[in-house]
């Protein structure tokens, strides 16, 4: 997984992004609310017990500190926007 920070300021920052087919992004949260827009790819989002299908032009809002996961179908791309001061924190499982 590449992910890397495009623009950050006090109100927002903005990632890349990328995934290799047939990998996961394990099961994450963020504390601010996350704005994914799809650039390539295709991939599974797995969020309140609901998988959505992510293709490219897609946009989903997830809400802050709602843990989910991606299962990355074909190689994908996205960027994703959130709080300038927004944290990720992974699973241990």
């Known amino acids: 997984m590449i992910m890397q920070e495009l623009e950050k300021n006090t109100h927002y ?13 394990q099961r994450h949260y963020a504390t601010s609310e996350a704005f994914v827009i799809v650039e ?9 017990g609901e998988t959505a299908e992510l293709v490219q032009g897609s946009r989903i809002a997830i809400p802050s500190h709602e843990p989910h996961m991606l299962k990355v179908i074909r190689d994908f ?15 241990v499982l």
Do not use: F
């Open 13 to 25: 920052k903005i990632l890349q992004v990328e995934l290799p087919a047939g990998t996961n992004m």
């Open 40 to 48: 390539s790819g295709n991939a599974l989002l797995i969020c309140k």
């Open 77 to 91: 791309k996205a960027l994703v926007v959130m709080a300038g001061d927004a944290i990720i924190t992974y699973s």
